[in-house]
């Protein structure tokens, strides 16, 4: 602080300096005393401002903040848009079960409070919410008879409760997003619940038949692709037309989950692609009719339908994937090969959805028993050696 005398336009005046934490304001009065309190009310502004400062940049973050911000660096880092998504749905989630979390400061969310997550979502299905919600909106529109079957749909939606795949990737969500503000933080690896690895996730012959066959275009053409490459759902449905390269039976997405990568294409598959390039008018290989890409979870929902048709009552688009990874598998293809023609960075991620069939393993067995064709032949010889 400092109170000097300068000449400013040929007058004489006083000049009140103050500086506070590397900011600095002056101002002049007309005498030395104005110029002191002027110092003072100078000084009194510099740490009001500093403190308003210093309040803003040590206010602890809240989850709600930190979960945009992860959803911020997903886009940036060109994650797949199914990938956004879902980090968007566990805010809606957490909005929807237990709002006040999403105002905690990251800084005080521990065990307790992710344990206290799982358990609203295991006690409320979101989407028997959602459907009591829309009953409500149809009763006071009048539409009682609609009212009492959504309802009705809710009330089995909660029976059947939420899946224990579903709860995961909600934690795991907020698991990396915690990672991003706290990489001290050890995620409780007990909060993660037991999934069911005994569901199957590969069609039979004759399953395959009834499920993809009875689907109308482009649907059927959708799904076909699917089980055919091993491509995601949003990797199919966000095809555009120069991703597609036939002459060298590849599929260059600049935009898979795991970055960049190609998709060797069959004989089939490229038939398949081949006939949806030759109907002109739109940018994507698989457009709706206002000539945007179908929204995913309607091409979920005809998967669904044809599949319960089918007699397949918890087997989704997605699955798929798992269904031609274990083709794959079981025709005798090695893991890295298996991992190259999904895209998987690791041989556990592959795992995951590829599993040996019913077939392989009496393969197998037979093998074990001495009853391969090859074995059957090789016995004699071996016999007459001995003898």
Known sequence: MAIRRIKVNGRKVWQAR?????????????????????????????????????ATAEAPATLRQLL?????????????????????????VLARLLPELLDTPVSRLGDA????????????????????????????AGRAEDADATERAAAIRQREGTKASTINRDLRTLRAALKKARPEYRFPGGAFLKEDETRVRWLRPEEELLVLETMRSPFREI???AALTLMRLSEIRLLRREHVHLEQGVVL??????????????????????????????????????GCPYDRSYIGRVFRKAARAAGLKDFHFHDLRHHGATMALNKGFTAPIVMALGGWKTERMMRRYAAVTDQTLRRAAEAVAGNEPWQQTANPASTQATA
Not at 24 to 38: E, L, N, Q, V, W
Not at 118 to 139: G, V, Y
Not at 253 to 274: D, M, N
């Open 253 to 290: 997405l600049p935009r898979a989950k795991a970055g960049a990568r190609p998709v060797i294409l069959s004989a089939e598959a490229q038939k398949i692609l081949r006939g949806q390039l030759e109907a002109p008018g739109s940018e994507w290989v698989f457009p709706g009719p206002d």
């Open 68 to 92: 945009e911000f992860y959803v911020l660096d997903l886009e940036a880092r060109g994650k797949s848009p199914d990938t956004v998504t879902r980090a968007r749905e566990t805010e809606h």
């Open 223 to 225: 799904a076909k692709v």
């Open 18 to 54: 103050v500086a506070y934490h590397g900011v600095r304001k002056s101002t002049i009065r007309d005498t030395k005393g104005a110029a002191r309190d002027a110092e003072a009310e100078l000084l009194g502004e510099l740490k009001t401002q500093a403190g308003q400062v210093e």
């Open 113 to 140: 409070e992710l344990y206290a997550f799982r358990k609203a979502r295991l006690a409320d299905s979101t989407t028997a919410l959602r459907l009591l919600e829309r009953s409500q909106r149809l009763r006071q």
